[in-house]
Protein backbone atom coordinates (compact mmCIF):
# COMPACT_ATOMS: atom_id res chain seq x y z
CA UNK A 1 0.00 0.00 0.00
CA UNK A 2 1.94 3.29 -1.04
CA UNK A 3 1.20 6.00 1.19
CA UNK A 4 -0.65 9.30 -0.26
CA UNK A 5 1.83 12.04 -0.43
CA UNK A 6 0.87 15.04 2.61
CA UNK A 7 -0.58 18.00 1.12
CA UNK A 8 1.49 20.99 2.01
CA UNK A 9 0.17 24.53 3.63
CA UNK A 10 1.14 27.73 3.87
CA UNK A 11 2.74 28.98 6.77
CA UNK A 12 0.18 32.08 6.73
CA UNK A 13 -3.10 30.37 7.13
CA UNK A 14 -6.36 32.93 7.62
CA UNK A 15 -8.51 29.94 8.40
CA UNK A 16 -7.30 29.98 12.18
CA UNK A 17 -9.00 33.23 12.85
CA UNK A 18 -12.73 32.84 12.80
CA UNK A 19 -14.72 34.74 10.57
CA UNK A 20 -16.44 36.06 13.74
CA UNK A 21 -13.13 37.83 14.74
CA UNK A 22 -11.99 39.07 11.70
CA UNK A 23 -15.23 41.06 11.13
CA UNK A 24 -14.63 42.53 15.15
CA UNK A 25 -11.07 43.16 14.97
CA UNK A 26 -11.67 44.98 11.37
CA UNK A 27 -12.24 48.73 12.88
CA UNK A 28 -8.45 48.35 14.07
CA UNK A 29 -6.34 50.58 11.87
CA UNK A 30 -3.00 50.94 11.26
CA UNK A 31 -2.21 54.54 11.90
CA UNK A 32 0.52 55.18 9.12
CA UNK A 33 -1.39 53.31 6.95
CA UNK A 34 -5.05 53.81 7.94
CA UNK A 35 -6.43 50.38 7.15
CA UNK A 36 -7.19 47.82 8.68
CA UNK A 37 -4.74 45.04 10.35
CA UNK A 38 -7.17 42.31 8.97
CA UNK A 39 -6.85 44.35 5.48
CA UNK A 40 -3.17 44.34 5.82
CA UNK A 41 -3.04 40.40 6.57
CA UNK A 42 -1.70 41.65 9.94
CA UNK A 43 -3.77 39.49 12.45
CA UNK A 44 -2.56 35.78 12.19
CA UNK A 45 -4.89 34.10 14.35
CA UNK A 46 -7.54 34.53 17.38
CA UNK A 47 -6.98 31.20 19.39
CA UNK A 48 -10.16 30.41 21.91
CA UNK A 49 -7.94 29.59 25.51
CA UNK A 50 -11.11 28.59 27.17
CA UNK A 51 -13.65 30.13 29.98
CA UNK A 52 -13.56 33.62 27.72
CA UNK A 53 -9.82 34.22 27.40
CA UNK A 54 -8.92 34.38 24.03
CA UNK A 55 -5.06 34.78 22.36
CA UNK A 56 -4.74 37.05 19.57
CA UNK A 57 -1.26 36.70 17.62
CA UNK A 58 -0.57 39.63 14.89
CA UNK A 59 2.43 40.80 13.41
CA UNK A 60 3.49 44.59 12.47
CA UNK A 61 4.65 46.21 9.03
CA UNK A 62 8.49 46.13 10.84
CA UNK A 63 10.13 45.04 13.56
CA UNK A 64 10.69 48.93 14.47
CA UNK A 65 7.35 49.86 13.99
CA UNK A 66 6.73 52.63 15.82
CA UNK A 67 3.21 52.01 16.48
CA UNK A 68 3.52 48.57 17.97
CA UNK A 69 2.78 49.17 21.15
CA UNK A 70 -0.53 51.22 20.07
CA UNK A 71 -1.43 48.27 17.74
CA UNK A 72 -1.48 45.97 20.83
CA UNK A 73 -3.18 47.91 22.56
CA UNK A 74 -6.50 48.80 20.23
CA UNK A 75 -6.60 45.03 19.39
CA UNK A 76 -6.66 43.94 23.01
CA UNK A 77 -9.27 46.92 23.76
CA UNK A 78 -11.45 45.55 20.83
CA UNK A 79 -11.42 42.61 21.94
CA UNK A 80 -12.28 43.00 25.00
CA UNK A 81 -15.46 44.98 23.91
CA UNK A 82 -16.77 41.56 22.90
CA UNK A 83 -19.05 39.75 24.52
CA UNK A 84 -17.85 36.38 24.47
CA UNK A 85 -14.29 37.45 25.94
CA UNK A 86 -13.15 38.07 29.28
CA UNK A 87 -9.32 38.72 29.06
CA UNK A 88 -6.98 38.58 25.65
CA UNK A 89 -3.63 38.78 25.23
CA UNK A 90 -2.01 40.23 22.26
CA UNK A 91 1.35 38.58 20.80
CA UNK A 92 3.41 39.62 18.58
CA UNK A 93 5.34 37.13 16.29
CA UNK A 94 7.09 37.38 13.61
CA UNK A 95 6.94 34.25 11.68
CA UNK A 96 5.93 34.16 9.13
CA UNK A 97 7.21 37.73 7.88
CA UNK A 98 4.35 40.02 7.00
CA UNK A 99 4.13 40.12 3.12
CA UNK A 100 1.87 42.17 1.71
CA UNK A 101 1.41 40.70 -1.76
CA UNK A 102 0.55 37.30 -0.20
CA UNK A 103 -1.51 38.24 2.72
CA UNK A 104 -3.47 41.75 2.48
CA UNK A 105 -6.81 41.61 0.61
CA UNK A 106 -7.21 42.46 -2.83
CA UNK A 107 -8.63 45.84 -1.68
CA UNK A 108 -5.50 46.71 0.83
CA UNK A 109 -2.98 45.54 -2.26
CA UNK A 110 -4.95 47.81 -4.12
CA UNK A 111 -4.79 50.63 -1.94
CA UNK A 112 -0.89 49.98 -1.52
CA UNK A 113 -0.68 49.77 -4.99
CA UNK A 114 0.45 46.38 -4.58
CA UNK A 115 -0.71 44.17 -8.35
Known sequence: MTE????QTA??????????????????QDPELHMSLV???LVYSVKDQGDGVFQV???LTSPGCPAGDYL??????????HERVQAAEVKVVWEPQWNP??????????ALGLW
Open 72 to 81: VEQIRGRMLE
Open 57 to 59: EIT
Open 39 to 41: DLG
Open 11 to 28: PFNKDSVTSEFLEWLKPV
Open 101 to 110: VEMASEEAKE
Open 4 to 7: EPKQ
